[in-house]
C-alpha cells in the first residue's frame, strides 16, 4: 500500500494529489450508497415485520392500511428514512 502512495507522489507531482482526490471522492460516493441501500433495506424490514405483527394480532386489511397510511404519513421528525424521504415498502414509490 506504501508503494501505490510513493508510485502517486513520486515524480508527477500535481498528477499524483489529482488522482488522489478523486479517488477519494468515488470512495466516498461508494461508501454513500452502499449506506443509503442498507438504509432503505432496513426500512422496508421494518415495514415488513410492522405489517406481520399487525396480520398475526387478526386485525382486518383495512384497519393495517390504515395504520401504515398513517405512518407514512409521520410528520418529518417522526419518519424512519434519511434525508426527508420516507420509504412505502414494497411496491410503493418512495415520497
Known amino acids: 500500500m506504501n508503494d501505490v502512495f510513493q508510485m502517486l507522489f513520486q515524480g508527477h507531482q500535481p498528477w499524483g494529489m489529482i488522482i488522489t482526490v478523486v479517488l477519494i471522492g468515488c470512495l466516498t460516493g461508494v461508501i ?29 386489511v383495512d384497519e393495517i392500511e390504515r395504520i401504515v397510511a398513517a405512518r407514512t404519513n409521520a410528520p418529518p421528525g417522526k419518519r424512519t428514512a434519511a434525508r426527508g424521504h420516507q420509504y412505502a415498502g414494497a411496491g410503493h414509490e418512495r415520497t
Open 32 to 60: 454513500m450508497n452502499i449506506t443509503d441501500e442498507i438504509r432503505k433495506y432496513a426500512c422496508h424490514r421494518e415495514d415488513v415485520q410492522l405489517k406481520r405483527e399487525l396480520v398475526e394480532r387478526g386485525l382486518s
